[in-house]
């Protein structure tokens, strides 16, 4: 059940399905002169750059950085650069523009493309990476036998009066 429920929260936009967004935007944008114009009107509308921007990796994402150069070396392999080209011409554009680096999923996108693996499979692949990691969660958890309880003490109000909604 845990790698059950772990697989259902990478619904979403957000965490699991950003890479098929990043390349869903590469395909709207489809072609390197379309990348500036992309970006402006995204930036103006206030919309999101999907691929940008980590809790953690508040610097370059490390795995980024080597999925970027995969991505080049299969771009010039299957003799169409222009997904990396056009992936290089966003990612300088986006920092520019809202100073976030771009994360794994940003490259993944165009690597996962050239890999022939299709969109809707994206989020697979992305669990599938993962499920070992949640076992070895697991197994620890299971090992320790213990309820985890943190440890936080309520420092709010003591005691305060409901206004009834009639008189709010």
């Given at each position: 059940s845990a790698v059950t429920g772990a697989i259902g929260a990478l619904k979403g936009k957000l965490h699991?399905?950003?890479?098929?967004?990043?390349?869903?935007?590469?395909?709207?944008?489809?072609?390197?002169?379309?990348?500036?114009?992309?970006?402006?009107?995204?930036?103006?509308?206030?919309?999101?750059?999907?691929g940008f921007g980590h809790a953690v990796y508040q610097v370059e994402d490390p795995r980024a950085k080597h999925l970027k150069e995969l991505s080049r070396r299969l771009g010039e392999e299957t003799g169409e650069p222009?997904?990396?080209?056009?992936?290089?011409?966003?990612?300088?554009?986006v920092y520019d523009e809202i100073q976030r680096n771009c994360n794994v999923d940003?490259?993944?996108?165009?690597?996962?493309?050239?890999?022939?693996?299709?969109?809707?499979?994206?989020?697979?692949i992305f669990a599938a990476s993962r499920?070992?990691?949640w076992?070895?969660?697991?197994?620890?958890?299971?090992?320790?036998?213990?309820?985890?309880?943190?440890?936080?003490?309520y420092i709010g109000y003591e005691e305060r009066p409901v206004i009834p909604v009639t008189e709010r």
């Open positions: 699991g399905g950003a890479n098929i967004e990043v390349l869903k935007t590469l395909f709207e944008i489809g072609s390197l002169e379309n990348v500036a114009p992309y970006v402006k009107k995204v930036r103006e509308a206030k919309g999101k750059f999907m222009k997904w990396y080209e056009m992936s290089i011409e966003m990612e300088k554009l940003f490259y993944s996108a165009s690597l996962q493309h050239y890999m022939g693996i299709p969109g809707d499979l994206f989020t697979c499920i070992a990691g076992c070895a969660h697991i197994l620890e958890q299971l090992d320790g036998n213990k309820i985890i309880r943190p440890k936080a003490n």
